[in-house]
């Protein structure tokens, strides 16, 4: 947010700055797997110190030696990565082909798709804590063994078979023709309401330069998902007027 130094009006970021920092497949899961890098370091130092003080652990946590966390560990690891890598290669596929019937719109609201990015990160985040917890088993003469964290680890991947299942589902949904025109529509309206905004601030404050840069980049893409809309509902050989996309869909 800026805000102007005469007065205490806030200027948001523009929707083409907005639209970058979303259409993307880092972000989540960027922070799912920094969450969960903070979840082992809790699991591991409790995990240190009940080695350290001979606790014993719930009777709900895994125990055997350092061999059989390692199988579990790898298993969760090769499992999860796999199955992500196939999913997602196949999601990609499925989309392509439906994005010949209803244009590359598809992929793009494939990538900004919160469910799509919550997905992703869960696999990632599952193996990055697997490979975690597996680099700190360690043999005799320092025997370590995280129970705990291969008992959470073990909980992610349960976890990530809903996640599979889900997604699976919302991929299914979401290349359906009533749920395309209905992001159309939900995008529609959120960008002419932005407009709308922007048009209030542009009389009220009288924006600077850059400002009327980030106001002009907003009526732009208004104008292109107008554009998209219309191309969503109207007939077949039916024509605008250039630039009069925005207005066609007021009058409707």
């Not at 969450?35 to 001979?54: E, H, K, M, Q, S």
């Not at 529609?188 to 905004?197: D, V």
């Not at 509902?233 to 925005?246: D, F, M, N, R, Y």
């Amino acid at each position: 947010m800026r805000v102007r130094a005469h007065g205490p009006v806030l200027i948001p970021l523009s929707r083409s700055t907005r639209e970058a920092i979303r259409t993307n497949l880092w972000s989540v899961p960027t922070l799912m797997v920094i969450a969960i890098i903070g979840l082992f370091a809790v699991t591991y130092r409790i995990d240190a110190g009940a080695r350290d003080a001979n606790r014993d652990l719930p009777a709900w946590v895994t125990s055997g030696g350092p061999d059989v966390a390692r199988q579990i560990l790898i298993a969760i690891a090769a499992a999860v990565i796999t199955v992500a890598g196939v999913v997602f290669s196949i999601t990609i596929l499925v989309l392509q082909l439906a994005s010949q019937q209803f244009g590359p719109r598809m992929l793009r609201n494939f990538i900004r798709d919160m469910g799509t990015q919550v997905s992703l990160g869960a696999f990632v985040a599952t193996f990055v804590y697997s490979v975690l917890a597996l680099q700190s088993v360690a043999d005799p003469p320092r025997e370590f063994v995280p129970h705990l964290s291969t008992t959470v680890a073990v909980g992610l991947a349960l976890v990530d078979l809903c996640v599979l299942i889900y997604f699976i589902d919302h991929i299914a949904i979401s290349i359906q023709l009533t749920s395309v025109v209905s992001g159309i529509a939900k995008d529609f309206r959120t960008t002419l309401a932005q407009l709308q905004a922007n048009e209030w601030q542009l009389v009220q404050a009288g924006p600077n330069g850059d400002e009327l840069d980030a106001l002009l980049q907003d009526a732009d893409m208004g104008e292109a998902i107008a554009t998209a809309a219309l191309d969503a509902t109207l007939p077949s050989g039916h024509t605008i007027v250039v630039g009069g996309a925005l207005d066609s869909l007021k009058r409707r």
